[in-house]
Structure formats: C-alpha cells, structure tokens
C-alpha cells in the first residue's frame, strides 16, 4: 500500500525546497541585517573618536594660550603653567567622580536608540 503517490511526492519536494530556499533567504538577511548594524556601531565609534581627538587637540592650545596668558599676568611664565596644570587635575578629578555614569550613560543610551532606530526603519519598510 503507497501512501504518497508521484503526484504528492513531487508537490512535497517541491515544498521541501522552498522551505530550504525560504531558510537560506532568512539566513542571508540576518547577515545583511548584523552586517549594517556593525557597521553602523563601528562607524559612530570612529566618529566619536575623530571628535575627541580633534576636541582634546583644541582643549589643548586652549590651555596652553590660557597657561600664557597667565604666566604673562604673573610674570612668571611657570606659574601660569603650573596653575593651568592644577586646573586640569581638579577638572579631572570631579569628571571621575560625578561624570563618569552620566558619560556611561549617554553613551549607552545613544548605542541603544541607534540600534532601535535601525530596527523600527525596518519595521516599517
């Protein structure tokens, strides 16, 4: 007794490939999908990057003019740096203490909403 004849056999070989062409189609655009937003994740990294090395160089003509400045207002050309100097370690010391979770924060909030404004662009295309 056959339970499949040809004419099923063929239509669930046929099925059998589509599910297997649906499954390679899927896989392919969970790729596209992680390959964009790595993408994405990487080129925000580098442009934050860019921005803090070109917004430290900044900073850093800025104290040196202000260091200047107030070695000339001293007459003492060391003071205005050695002034300058304790400025930046105050600055530093109350950027670890209060700023670092708020920093931390943003950061992972503006990764987040990327990553979430990439998936509602998708929803809705």
Request: aromatic fraction near 8%; charge should be negative.
């Amino acid at each position: 007794m056959e339970i499949l004849n040809n004419e099923s056999r063929t239509h669930l070989g046929d099925l059998t490939a589509h599910i297997i062409e649906y499954l390679d189609t899927r896989w392919d655009l969970f790729l596209l999908q992680l390959t964009e937003k790595s993408l994405n994740a990487v080129t925000g990294i580098v442009t934050g990057l860019l921005s803090v090395l070109f917004g430290s160089i900044v900073i850093i003509f800025a104290c040196i003019g202000a260091a200047i400045s107030i070695g000339r207002w001293l007459d003492n050309p060391a003071a205005g740096y050695f002034i300058m100097a304790g400025i930046l370690v105050i600055l530093l010391i109350l950027t670890n203490l209060f700023a670092r979770a708020i920093i931390r924060t943003k950061v992972s909030n503006s990764i987040l909403e990327s990553i979430k404004d990439d998936d509602i662009n998708e929803i809705t295309a």
